[in-house]
Structure formats: structure tokens, C-alpha cells
């Protein structure tokens, strides 16, 4: 199996191989403008800045004309499904489609079954980010020289984390080991094989990799923007005491393993999972991530519209 011609939903039918070869392709494959013929459409129904710009460079990398989409001003706001959206979008000749929603009755997998442009998941409500997961693995192997045997600690909102989701399919077929470190309303449910530790200082002990998370308050069912407060008092999670808990900073960082590395998907929110005084350590590979993103999504999008070499 490879990524040729394919859709790009999540891991399954993608072996570790298949894995390894495009880490491989990403650190060598510079812009080339190949494919001037082809044409990629962009679709984020959900704000983004780091995975929309970088889709958009690796693209143009290639060589290929991108158009991006907008929801605001498209006739789904005449009721038109994002099905059939698709589906006129592919009469109109595009090659590739990126992208990103978080609507649960229309799911990227049943719309590909429906269209033949390949597809990119950029990210689809708390499911999967498995274009994320693919530059996060990318950077340990990178920074650490080794994926099998390292040891991934996720902090903060995992329950709510398509990042999360993506890394533990790619991280298991990688062999990378993983543990969880959060309030007990932000684990999720169903992996109660993987490792919990209450305390950030144990979890930092064991871990090689810390991966800090957003706290994502648009996708707490209980969480009531208007009043900026939880209505259901049991799930509530205090920010002060969760910063207290829960945030990195510099007094942690000190003692912690010379040659970790600390990593956030990104938006990070200072001052809350990260504090602005940490963002200088060399340990801190955030913006590296960034970075590895634009040659991992050059190699992704070459692989698919390539010939698969
Ligand atoms: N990591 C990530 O998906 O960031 P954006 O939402 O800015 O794309």
C-alpha cells in the first residue's frame, strides 16, 4: 500500500514502512514545481493557521495551482451539503482535495467512499489530525534520532485532542510507548491500557517527549461561552488549579532531562498549558514542528498526485 492516488483519512491500510518512506521523501524533497497541471482545493470549515498555510505552500512546492475554498461565502450557506458540494467541486476538474470540517453527520470517511479526488484529512472535529501526527513523529525522529522505545507524555485536554487520536494510531504502529497526565474530565475513555500519572513531575520523569495540549473549551459539551463557565459542575476543571497542576514552566523544565523535547501542536495558549518563559529553551521544539510540517505535507501531497515514488 501507498499513498498514491489514495485518500488520506487516518493509518488504516498504511504499514510502518509506508510510514518510514515518506519521513525519508520529507527530508530530502525540496520545491520542485512539478505538477503545474494540476489543481488542489482547499476546504477548512473550521478555523486554521498552521495546517491551511502549510497545505497551501507544500501544494504550490509541487508546482500545482490552489484555490481555497470558502464556507462563509459558498453555497452551503443555501443549505448546499458539503457531499454535494464535493462532488461539484470534482466536476470542476480539481486533482486533490484538502480538508478540514468537524461536521459529525457528513464524516470525511463516508464522503470519500462518494468521491474520486483524492482527499487530505486536515483535521475532522476530535477524531483525527493525521497530517499532524505525521510531522509530530517526524520531529521526534528527527530531534531524538529514534522513534521505537520513546516515551510520549500527553498533558492536558487528551479527551478533546484529534492530535492525540491520530499520534496513538501512528505512535503504536511506530513502536513509540505513550502515557497520559491530565484532569480526570479531560482523559478519555477506552485507553485504559495506556500509562496515568497523576503528578506532571512523575510523568516528566518517565517521559523523553512531553507533548503540552490546548484546552479546547469550544468542544466542551458543558462549557457555556457566553458566561465563560462550565454549566455542569461536576466536569468543571478550575483553571488556576490547572495551570498550578498541570502548566510548563521554567521551575518544572529545570530539572528535567537535558535532551527531551517539549512539543504543542499548536495554537498554544500562554500562560495556561505552556508559560511564555519556557518558549526559549532549546528543549522546546514547537515552531521545529511547524517547520517539518511544510516538507512533511510537500511530501504527502507529491506522494498522492505523484507516481508514488
Ligand atoms: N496544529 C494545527 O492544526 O494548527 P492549526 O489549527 O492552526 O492548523
Redesign the pocket.
Known sequence: MSFQSRHFINFANLKQDDILFLFDKAAKLEPHYKYQNKNACLLFFE??????ISFELAVKDCGMQSVIFNPETSSLKKGETVLDTLLNLQALGFDLFVIRHGYPDENLNDLSKEIKVPIINA?EGVSG?PS?ALLDCYTIQKERKKLEGEKVLFVGDIKHSRVVQSNIELMKMLGVNMAFCAPDSFLPRGYENIRTFDSLEEGMEWATVLMFLRTQLERHADFNPAIEAYTHAPHKVDKEAFVKKYSLTSERLKTWKKDGIVMH???FNRGIELQSEILNDPRVCILKQVENGRRIRRALVDSIIGDGK
Open positions: 478555523p486554521s493557521t498552521r495546517t491551511q483535521g489530525h499532524q501542536p499548536g495554537p
